[in-house]
């Protein structure tokens, strides 16, 4: 599987290289990503990775089938159409723009090529002990970057939000602030 980045830098020949890249490129992202604005152009961005969609699809690995859990119904839909919304991972922050999608991007670019051989060897075994600590890190980001996590999320943020509206923060000398 090829390593696709903006920027030009060698695919990583062994796992320690690997998981080298992918934190030295979750540091640079954190980095640019607390001051850096993006253009509000909203895209399909996915919650599950397509390059693991992939490993399910037919037609050249193009579509998949999906099961509508409320109606019971099954059909094929693009991989490109599934498990995705547009702008999913863009926010706004004192009205700047900004997107938790390229940071996204980039650790699935480098944990591609690991899960790529798991795949292919149909076993856990083929990993090093590092190998074994990027897919820990990438299933750890997956579980958090659910739709239902997102709303979980939502309902606990607006929750202290009303809280704090109908009570007001308080301090501990005057009981307020």
Do not use: C
Not at 17 to 38: G, N
Not at 42 to 52: A, C
Not at 97 to 116: A, G, H, W, Y
Not at 131 to 141: L, N, W
């Amino acid at each position: 599987m090829i390593l696709r980045v903006r920027h030009a830098w060698r695919s990583p020949r062994t796992d320690r290289e690997a998981e080298a890249a992918f934190w030295v490129t979750v540091r640079r992202t954190l980095q640019l990503h607390s001051t850096r604005e993006v253009e509000p152009k909203p895209t399909n961005q996915h919650y599950v990775p397509q390059f693991l969609l992939r490993n399910f699809g037919s037609g050249r690995g193009k579509q998949i089938f999906v099961l509508d859990k409320a109606s019971g119904e099954i059909y094929q839909k693009p991989i490109k159409k599934v498990a995705s919304g547009r702008g999913f991972y863009d926010y706004e922050v004192d009205g700047a723009q900004q997107s938790l999608d390229p940071l996204l991007t980039k650790t699935e670019n480098v944990s591609s090529r690991i899960i790529s051989r798991i795949v292919g060897a149909q076993s856990l075994r083929v990993l090093s002990d590092t190998g074994r600590k990027m897919v820990a890190v990438f299933a750890a980001v997956q579980k958090l970057r659910t739709n239902a996590r997102r709303k979980e999320l939502k309902g606990v943020i607006d929750g202290v939000y009303a809280a704090v509206k109908k009570h007001g923060p308080r301090s501990e000398q005057s009981g307020r602030v």
